[in-house]
């Protein structure tokens, strides 16, 4: 079977999975600090859910060999889940909509540059963290609190991803 390709992130394309962490994508940024500084504003929502609460993390991840088969994906229920690079390297992510099984056919795969985070929303069907070429940090804000909060299925159908 084909490899699903990935294609450039774009805080658009990725609006119906969450948001996209990046200053090019903000809709209101000004200066502060007396001028030496400016404000990328608002980028993301974090949602701990109503009984948890937010928590920073970091992750050191090991590269992933492409092309990459995707056979399981994640969802985390009770709050969102958010991603930002640290090691200047680019990463892959893999998303499906909200809903009891995502279909294959509904995968989507993105190139992630450095400079690009993401928020998944609750609920949104994504694969583990994908780093590429190297091992690499990522500084991750989301849920701790009382209850399960991943869900785990396995897709019908593995899929092989590789860059665009
Ligand atoms: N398990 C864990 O905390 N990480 C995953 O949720 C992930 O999306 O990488
Ligand atoms: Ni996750």
């Given at each position: 079977m084909k490899p699903l390709r990935a294609t450039a992130l774009d805080a658009a394309a990725f609006a119906p999975f969450g948001e996209v962490i990046e200053a090019?994508?903000?809709t209101r940024q000004f200066p502060i600090n007396q001028g030496s500084t400016v404000r990328y504003h608002d980028l993301a929502r974090i949602d701990p859910g109503e009984d948890g609460h937010a928590i920073v993390s970091i992750f050191r991840a090991q590269p992933r060999a492409l092309p990459?088969?995707?056979?399981m994906l994640e969802r985390h229920p009770r709050g969102s889940q958010a991603f930002m690079p640290l090691s200047g390297r680019p990463y892959l992510v893999v998303v499906a909509p909200p809903g009891e099984r995502p279909a294959t056919e509904n995968l989507r795969v993105f190139l992630a540059r450095a400079d690009q985070g993401v928020n998944y929303a609750a609920g949104v069907w994504h694969h583990p963290l994908l780093a590429l070429q190297a091992e690499s940090d990522f500084l991750v804000i989301d849920r701790a609190g009382p209850g399960a909060n991943c869900d785990e299925i396995t897709l019908d159908e593995a899929v092989y991803i590789d860059l665009g």
């Amino acid at each position: 079977m084909k490899p699903l390709r990935a294609t450039a992130l774009d805080a658009a394309a990725f609006a119906p999975f969450g948001e996209v962490i990046e200053a090019g994508a903000a809709t209101r940024q000004f200066p502060i600090n007396q001028g030496s500084t400016v404000r990328y504003h608002d980028l993301a929502r974090i949602d701990p859910g109503e009984d948890g609460h937010a928590i920073v993390s970091i992750f050191r991840a090991q590269p992933r060999a492409l092309p990459f088969e995707v056979s399981m994906l994640e969802r985390h229920p009770r709050g969102s889940q958010a991603f930002m690079p640290l090691s200047g390297r680019p990463y892959l992510v893999v998303v499906a909509p909200p809903g009891e099984r995502p279909a294959t056919e509904n995968l989507r795969v993105f190139l992630a540059r450095a400079d690009q985070g993401v928020n998944y929303a609750a609920g949104v069907w994504h694969h583990p963290l994908l780093a590429l070429q190297a091992e690499s940090d990522f500084l991750v804000i989301d849920r701790a609190g009382p209850g399960a909060n991943c869900d785990e299925i396995t897709l019908d159908e593995a899929v092989y991803i590789d860059l665009g």
